[in-house]
Every structure is written in structure tokens, then in C-alpha cells.
């Protein structure tokens, strides 16, 4: 069997078109013919749309009508709940009371990524922020996340706590700034081809069967 192709994506867990670019790459995935990739691993890395939000966010009707004002804010959720609905995902925008800092989630992230967790937190990440409305920059949230996804009760508390999960992930962020990355979702194929934005999944059954055959060209002559 051929190894899972390495896709590395750049995103904010409170970015509803990071969700979306995900899950049409899955859909793309999911009618795969025999040409597609068999499977995807997914590396996630952080980058925070909003670095400076306090840390216990920020009340979200009163931070979306500042940035877009209040009709416009109902217009773009509006096109953002059926847009979700092509691919499967009930935004639940009426829920959501806060838009909350992300540092801590991105901190699990990478904590699930040392215990090989780290899809199964992603999945949880976005959809507990997106359809369930919780507030996933609180520290108990995230703790209870991260125990549905199967991770260590003591290593969870020690990445949300220490300095070592704070360091990681802020070196991890500077190396996406460095690559000049300014939006995400942001996709990284091969660890040289980038693509950038929610794709259709018209474009990803285009694109991975030709990155698929460079993979396994490559792993022949390895």
C-alpha cells in the first residue's frame, strides 16, 4: 500500500472557510477514483486571525458588527450557512456567543499531534466551535475535547499549562509568516506545492491525482 499523502495546512479553528476548504478536500476524497490518493495526512499549523484577542475573546455579535457592521455580519453568515450545507456542516452561527482567543486550542493541536490525535481534535475543534456554539478558547472545553479524541488526561493539562506547547506553537506560526502565508486555509502538498483557499472539490479531483503520481514516482525511485 502506498504511504498517505502528506498535506499540511495552515488554519484558524475559528475560520469558517478553513472548515469548508476541509471538508471539500474530504468530498473530493470521498468519490475519489482510482487515480486520487488513497489516503491524506493532514499536519495542521497554526495561524491566528486574531493574535491580540484578549484571552477570554470577545463577545461576537458586538465583534462582528464593529468589524463588518450588523447587517452586513448577518449578510456574509447568511452566505456562510449555505455554503456549509453543500459540504455536510451546520453552521450554528445563533449559537456562538463569543469569538475567542485560539492560542490554547492551537496548543492542543499540537499536543494531539504528539500523541497522533491530532484529525480527531481538528474534527472536534471546528465542529464544537461551528454547529455546537462552545467556547473553545476556555480551558475546560478544551480539556473535554481533547478526552473525546482519546488524548492523555496528563499530557493535555501540561501542553494547556506550560511553556513548551506555547513555544512550539509560536515558532510554528513564525515559520508560516516566514513563508509569506497571510490567509488561510492554507495547503501545503508535497512540502513544495501550495494551495491556497477553501478549493472546490473540482479542483482537488484535478490536482491530487497529478500530485499523487509525483509521490509515487518518487517513492519508486527512493
Not at 48 to 70: C, I, Q, S, T, W
Not at 109 to 118: L, P, S, T, V
Request: aromatic share 10%; proline share 6%; hydrophobic share 40%.
Amino acid at each position: 500500500m502506498a504511504d498517505p499523502l502528506p498535506v499540511t495546512v495552515y488554519s484558524d479553528v475559528i475560520c469558517p472557510w478553513c472548515y469548508v476548504g476541509k471538508r471539500r478536500l474530504e468530498v473530493a476524497l470521498a468519490k475519489a477514483g482510482p487515480d486520487m490518493p488513497a489516503h491524506i495526512s493532514f499536519s495542521w499549523r497554526p495561524f491566528e486571525l486574531n493574535p491580540d484577542m484578549p484571552v477570554e475573546g470577545v463577545e461576537r455579535r458586538d465583534y462582528r458588527a464593529r468589524k463588518f457592521g450588523a447587517a452586513r455580519s448577518a449578510e456574509l453568515d447568511a452566505r456562510m450557512l449555505a455554503t456549509g450545507r453543500e459540504v455536510g456542516i451546520e453552521f450554528a452561527f445563533e449559537r456562538m456567543e463569543r469569538t475567542p482567543n485560539t492560542r490554547l486550542a492551537h496548543r492542543l493541536i499540537w499536543e494531539a499531534d504528539r500523541q497522533g490525535r491530532q484529525e480527531a481534535v481538528v474534527d472536534r475543534l471546528f465542529a464544537g466551535y461551528f454547529e455546537q456554539g462552545l467556547d473553545i478558547g476556555r480551558e475546560d472545553v478544551l480539556t473535554g475535547i481533547a478526552a473525546a479524541a482519546g488524548l492523555e488526561t496528563g499530557a493535555t493539562h501540561r501542553a494547556l499549562a506550560g511553556s513548551e506547547s506555547l513555544k512550539a506553537v509560536r515558532g510554528l506560526e513564525q515559520q508560516g509568516y516566514t513563508m509569506g502565508i497571510q490567509g488561510v486555509p492554507f495547503f501545503i502538498l508535497l512540502a513544495k506545492y501550495a494551495v491556497e483557499g477553501a478549493q472546490p472539490p473540482e479542483f482537488w479531483r484535478q490536482a491530487l491525482p497529478k500530485v499523487a503520481a509525483e509521490a509515487a514516482q518518487g517513492e519508486g525511485t527512493a
